[in-house]
């Protein structure tokens, strides 16, 4: 017994082979294009400023004050002055320690760097301040480090507002002379991985699903009509 979906098939045979093919070389092409057009290794200058947004808040001011006042040691993560922080440097500042820069007998007018600078972002970081008032007492006092209380009050506040962000305390609340009293920092949540690369990653897979799609229907429709004419011819 033939079926009409059978004698469809057949009466459509070459214009099905010609759109499987057809598929399937988009799927190629498109697949083609895609492995070239991604950057093997995107560049992300990890130096440069943080992107502007549009109305900037107090944490967004901050991220910006961060950049300029805190980020050479704290590094561009909080994560402070790790190895792989300094290896961003260009190659004559990554030696902090050695004389003549910020190790024993620093520079004229230069100073001395301690051995490790903290982080400040991220899981267990900031562990001996209780609230983001003593923090903003501390840091307001104590950074940074080579010009301690250099900065005006709203700046140091806006600096706090952005660690606050980061570390995903005190709910986006604008800090104050008076607030920053009130968010406590004990117990930090868990830290939300810095999901820079992760979403650059996820966003290609979804575009490379594309083609894999076209081609495997392509595919299908090649041997499935095939297999039907076959079976038709024996
Ligand atoms: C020249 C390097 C340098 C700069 C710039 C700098 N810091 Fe620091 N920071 C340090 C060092 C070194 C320590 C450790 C000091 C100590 O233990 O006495 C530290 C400690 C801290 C701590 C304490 C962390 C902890 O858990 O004990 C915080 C918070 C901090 N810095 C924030 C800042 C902020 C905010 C800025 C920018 C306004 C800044 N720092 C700029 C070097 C720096």
Redesign the pocket.
């Known amino acids: 017994m033939t079926s009409p979906a059978f004698i469809f098939v057949m009466q459509k045979r070459p214009f099905l082979l010609l759109l499987s093919l057809l598929l399937s070389f988009c799927a190629l092409a498109l697949g083609w294009s895609l492995l070239f057009a991604q950057d093997p290794t995107p560049t992300i200058d990890r130096l440069a400023p943080p992107p502007t947004v549009p109305s900037p808040g107090q944490a967004d001011d901050g991220a910006y004050?961060?950049w300029l006042?805190?980020q050479?040691?704290?590094g561009d993560h909080g994560q402070g002055l790790t190895d792989e922080w300094r290896a961003q440097y260009p190659m004559e500042d990554q030696f902090c320690w050695n004389s003549g820069c910020h190790g024993k007998r620093p520079y004229e007018e230069g100073?001395t760097?301690?051995e490790?600078?903290?982080a400040?972002i991220g899981e267990n970081?900031?562990?001996?301040?209780v609230t983001a008032g003593q923090?903003y007492a501390?840091?307001r006092t104590?950074?940074?480090?080579?010009y301690p209380g250099a900065?005006p009050d709203e700046e140091?506040l806006a600096?706090i507002a952005f660690?606050l962000r980061e570390n995903s305390l005190g709910a986006g609340i604008t800090l104050t002379e008076e607030t920053v009293y009130d968010v406590t920092l004990r117990p930090l949540p868990t830290a939300t991985p810095t999901a820079v690369s992760a979403s650059i990653n996820s966003g290609d897979t979804d575009i490379i699903a594309i083609p894999l799609i076209l081609g495997m229907v392509g595919s299908l429709l090649f041997v499935g009509v095939i297999w039907l004419w076959r079976r038709q011819t024996h």
């Open positions: 004050l961060f006042n805190c050479p040691c704290h100073f760097l301690p490790t600078v903290p400040v970081t900031l562990s001996r301040f923090l501390y840091v104590a950074m940074p480090y080579e900065l140091y600096i660690l």
